[in-house]
């Protein structure tokens, strides 16, 4: 591994390690300062092979970082989806079927239970109790009603008379008086 993978390589379990409280800050900001010199001496070194023709073109830090933030964001989504979001199966027709079946079965067995209980119900009610050697008397009613309410019946009839006056006139006659 060159040197330089090997800086970016402490930089990072530096950073690490100051996220996880395993050093103190005055550690960190002094080893950060020494790891990015170094860094900038190899990133210098590389410039100027490039401007000369020479070496190979090597890519900075900041890609680096960037290309792992973002493999560990995908790596993340990727767990939740996997974690939260599931993705429906298809019914198949075979399922769809037993379904069918399923219901189709319910119902047989509903209808044949309902005719097996009114037929089982019809026999009972058909086939003689047992008597009974006790003999039970009945009076008219076992609730005797004593009514004391007298009920009478009223008739009114109404009478219309109508009297009619006719008058009758007589003619008279004119005399002559001439004389």
Known sequence: ?????????????LEFDYSQGNIS???????????????ET?????????????????????YWTEK????????ERELLLQRYISNPQPQSKASSITNSRWKTMLAIFLVVAFLVGTGFG?????????????SLVANESAFPVKNT???????????KTTTTKKNTTTPTTPTNTTG
């Open 68 to 75: 792992e933030e973002k493999k560990k964001k995908q790596e």
């Open 122 to 134: 019809a026999l009972i009610m058909q086939s003689p109790s047992e008597p009974s050697g006790d």
């Open 1 to 13: 591994m060159p040197d330089k993978q090997k800086i970016i390589r402490n930089l990072q379990e």
């Open 149 to 159: 309410t007298n009920l009478t019946k009223t008739n009114t009839t109404t009478t």
């Open 25 to 39: 800050r005055e550690t960190y900001t002094s080893q950060k300062n020494e790891l990015n010199r170094l860094l």
């Open 42 to 62: 190899f990133e210098t070194a590389d410039r100027i092979k490039r401007l000369q023709g020479k070496g190979q073109v090597e890519k900075p830090l900041e």
